[in-house]
């Protein structure tokens, strides 16, 4: 990939929320900026204001104007990294969270060997277990997008920019980033799968949304979100929408209180009946994926 060697190559935008006290996994990764063509936005969600000393001292001791921190009201993930995007300079931009653990050599190695006409680089992922130390890949990056549509974490993409440049995040608490892939036509994009690990995500830390029942309520937005751009997407996309729906359908199952589960059931039977014919069997396509990459994969 040839690209200007004045202009920073990877911009990574990680939203900072509820992580007082538990910095360490950004500090463990922060230190390697300085080797690379990185500019690192950490955006401060002010709404948690006990982390801001904290955080201004992990940016004094790495010392470097590659790492920049801004600060504002923000409420949820999507209109943190939305306040990063505004500023972000790269080639490449990359969204992680803070208390996972990227593998910044890898995505580098990736970035370099990359086509002029890729926009999007995807990853492998680990995911590491705090409480019993077990680490495990979940699944190979063979089954390509169905393998996203079922793993949809943006932490182990890399995007162009001028791909995202008019993309933005809804302003939700969970399945923002899925909405953002719908909103992108991830589906019709030009993607290339690589089988290095791009990302280690942590299970199990105290911050974790997917552990909150308040930001679990907005996966039925998500959903509606996406379903309402299925319908006036091109069939491939559209799919890979409703595959989005269907695995976000599975979390509130697996996860979710009964009043959640009952309500998203209404949910999707008040949907399907508004939709065409065609729409319908898209979506029994889209099903018949998602069960073929849950077996596929043993999830």
């Known amino acids: 990939m040839k690209n200007d060697p ?8 990680v939203p900072i929320g509820n992580m007082a006290g538990h910095l360490q996994f950004v500090e463990s990764w922060l230190k390697q900026v300085k080797k690379y063509s990185l500019e690192v936005i950490l955006v401060h969600d002010q709404t948690f204001l006990d982390v801001g000393t904290e955080l201004k001292e992990l940016v004094q001791l790495v010392n470097t104007s590659k790492v920049i921190l801004i600060q504002g009201v923000f409420g949820d993930p999507g ?11 790269g080639y490449w931009v990359g969204f992680w969270d803070s208390d996972d653990t990227p593998n910044i050599e890898n995505i580098f190695a990736a970035i370099k060997i990359s086509q002029e006409y890729d926009e999007i680089l995807v990853g492998n992922f680990s995911i590491f277990d705090i409480k019993t130390k077990n680490l495990r890949t979940p699944i190979s ?8 549509a079922m793993n949809p974490g943006i932490w182990r993409m890399v995007f162009r920019r001028p791909t995202i440049s008019d993309t933005r995040f809804p302003s939700l608490k969970m399945g923002e980033d899925q909405v953002f892939l719908s909103r992108l036509n991830f589906g019709i994009r030009k993607l290339r799968f690589v089988e290095s690990i791009f990302y280690q995500y942590n299970l199990g830390s105290s911050s974790q949304l997917t552990k909150s029942r308040i930001a679990l309520k907005d996966l039925p937005l998500a959903s ?18 409703l595959q989005l729906v269907f695995r976000q359908q599975i979390t509130i199952m697996k996860i979710g209180d009964f009043a959640l589960k009952v309500s998203i059931l209404k949910f999707i ?16 396509i889209a099903l018949m994926r998602v069960v073929k990459t849950i077996r596929g994969a043993g999830i």
């Open 269 to 284: 039977g008040k949907y399907l009946k508004k939709f065409s014919f065609n729409f319908l069997v898209e979506s029994l």
């Open 141 to 148: 990056n063979g089954s390509g997008i169905n393998s996203v």
């Open 224 to 241: 509606a979100i996406i379903l309402d751009h299925a319908k006036k997407a091109q069939r491939k996309q559209s799919i890979f929408d």
């Open 79 to 89: 209109s943190a990294r939305n306040a990063g995007l505004e500023i972000a300079t």
């Open 6 to 13: 004045e202009q920073i190559l990877l911009s990574v935008i």
